[in-house]
């Protein structure tokens, strides 16, 4: 059984930083492709960042490009968000996910098959 396991949320002021943790278990954390998706109050579940197996490609949603920074450590099995100049629309549920096909979409809730429990980050003005 793959759990993945998120952690590093809280409250903050505009302008702080935070970086979020994602912690696999059950599988090695190289077998998957990575991704944060961010859910805030009354909005569907969006894309933030990828990064590929090894960490070779990385993208991003235009609005955290700069700010944010997605990055893995297969050896611990646990994967980052580096995020910095919070901005009050970044207030959400934050959620790693892992994605087993690599020939998928990136940036689509749907393509990712493990999903940790999410993560709450207030950032308030």
């Known amino acids: 059984q793959v759990l993945l396991v998120e952690s590093g949320g809280g409250l903050v002021q505009a302008g702080d930083s935070l970086r979020l943790s994602c912690v696999a278990s059950?599988?090695?954390?190289?077998?998957?492709?990575m991704g944060w998706f961010r859910q805030a109050p009354g909005k569907e579940r969006e894309f933030v960042a990828a990064i590929s197996r090894y960490g070779v490609s990385r993208d991003y949603i235009d609005s955290v490009k700069g700010r944010f920074t997605i990055s893995r450590d297969n050896a611990k099995n646990t994967a980052y968000l580096q995020m910095n100049s919070l901005k009050p629309e970044d207030t959400a549920v934050y959620y790693c996910?892992?994605?087993?096909?690599?020939?998928?979409?990136?940036?689509?809730?749907?393509?990712?098959?493990?999903w940790g429990q999410g993560t709450q980050v207030t950032v308030s003005s």
């Open positions: 996910a892992g994605k087993t096909n690599l020939m998928t979409s990136k940036t689509s809730v749907h393509e990712y098959d493990y």
């Open positions: 059950g599988r090695a954390l190289s077998t998957f492709a």
